[in-house]
Antibody
Framework: QITLKESGPTLVKPTQTLTLTCTFS??????????VAWIRQPPAKALEWLAL???????RYSPSLKTRLTITKDTSKSQVVLTMTNMDPVDTATYYC???????????WGQGTLVTVSS | ETTLTQSPAFMSATPGDKVNISCKAS??????LNWYQQKPGEAAIFLIH???TLVPGIPPRFSGSGYGTDFTLTINNIESEDAAYYFC?????????FGQGTKLEIK
């Protein structure tokens, strides 16, 4: 059974760096074809794809946020970490991580974690 | 970047109804479109992939159609448990993009 769970601060101040961790079970990120992505949804707005890391450590980033994002994986801990620099109130959102296997894109999701950016 | 225009943003249905949710892509994405269901506080559920293929375990009252730029999620014989937020995703090209979502209310 595949599960993912997001964790991190619920409140960050403007200009700070956000670090979110996705801890997963039921699969290994060293298995060929597997990837984990980060996605966010601001209140009452659409979902936005942020970043994705593949089993072979290849990475993809949203062009609009690329300069602020870093995605890494720790296979031994079954974790994927997203850092986002220079946080702003517009970054207030629920942040999700999601699993993909081959062409099954985002077949499993975490429940999300709400991050509020405020001074 | 491929924009997905999803409609309607909100709809209300009665048990037994049939509903259609539309997702239109700004450019040809072949069949690289998925549909998901999400309820408040829960993880999103993968309903349909490659536009028309039902994910195993999803009730057959859910179906998907379309190719290229126009896609539809159809829910037949709506049940009260189908009250949720539905959204589409294109994974044809990066950056992956989502539709704006549809909130389905069951009367």
């Amino acid at each position: 059974q595949i599960t993912l769970k997001e964790s991190g601060p619920t409140l960050v101040k403007p200009t700070q760096t956000l670090t979110l961790t996705c801890t997963f079970s039921g699969f290994s990120l060293s298995t060929t074809g597997i990837s984990v992505a980060w996605i966010r949804q601001p209140p009452a707005k659409a979902l936005e794809w942020l970043a994705l890391i593949y089993w072979d450590d290849d990475k993809r980033y949203s062009p609009s946020l690329k300069t602020r994002l870093t995605i890494t994986k720790d296979t031994s801990k079954s974790q994927v970490v997203l850092t986002m620099t220079n946080m702003d109130p517009v970054d207030t959102a629920t942040y999700y991580c999601a699993h993909s296997r081959g062409y099954d894109i985002f077949d499993y999701w975490g429940q999300g974690t709400l991050v509020t950016v405020s001074s | 970047e491929t924009t997905l225009t999803q409609s309607p943003a909100f709809m209300s249905a009665t048990p037994g109804d049939k509903v259609n949710i539309s997702c239109k892509a700004s450019q040809d994405i072949d069949d690289d479109l998925n549909w998901y269901q999400q309820k408040p506080g829960e993880a999103a559920i993968f309903l349909i992939h490659e536009a028309t293929t039902l994910v195993p375990g999803i009730p057959p009252r859910f179906s998907g159609s379309g190719y290229g730029t126009d896609f539809t999620l159809t829910i037949n014989n709506i049940e009260s448990e189908d009250a949720a937020y539905y959204f589409c995703l294109q994974h044809d090209t990066f950056p992956y993009t989502f539709g704006q979502g549809t909130k389905l209310e069951i009367k």
